[in-house]
């Protein structure tokens, strides 16, 4: 976008510079025809020499006017691509607008799902005794998860079958003690489906 805006800058300078150019060599060739027909040259060499300089300065102009119709094109081609450009630039700040609430609202959604599970987590503890909290909180500080269900006689953290003599003692143990896996010592949770 920048690019283009500077291509359409310099081809707009350099077509001003085009037109200047060529009014100053059409004033000039205006100027010498204007003496040669008032008859304000009367010399024979002198009359040549300027009929030689208006047909140079016609060349001059013919050439001029080239050169500024090649930029008249250039400076179109430019002006049709910044054109373009502005308008993918639009398109682009117009998706990125989008996107960026669209990540708003996922942040606040996600901020106020996070504050309710905080809630929930302060009311389920609630009522718990303090030293299973504290080595709940031990364990999970050391492997990202302090309990895991037992479930069909298999750990829901390390995935590991639970041998016989464990089950025994585990289906023996009261249901409000506390119970761990051998393998990775997170606290079992038993529930109806422990195959127990």
Partial sequence: MRDARILVDDLTREQKKADQDVEQVKTRR??????VEQGLITNPKDLQRMNHELESLD?????????ELEVMEKLEEAQAERVRA?????????????????????????????????DERASALGGLPEDLLALYERIREK???GAAELRA??????????NAADLG?????????VVRCEEC???LVRTAESGL
């Fill in 30 to 35: 205006e100027r010498d025809r204007s003496r």
């Fill in 59 to 67: 060349r001059r102009i013919s050439t001029l006017e080239d050169e």
């Fill in 86 to 118: 502005e308008r993918e630039e639009g398109e682009v700040v117009e998706k990125l607008a989008g996107l960026a609430e669209s990540r708003d609202t996922k942040s606040r959604e996600a901020t106020a799902a996070l504050d309710q599970q905080v």
């Fill in 143 to 145: 492997q990202g998860v």
């Fill in 153 to 162: 006689r298999q750990c829901g953290g390390c995935n590991m079958k639970l």
């Fill in 169 to 177: 003692v585990i289906a023996k143990a009261p249901a409000d003690d």
């Fill in 185 to 187: 010592s997170r606290i």
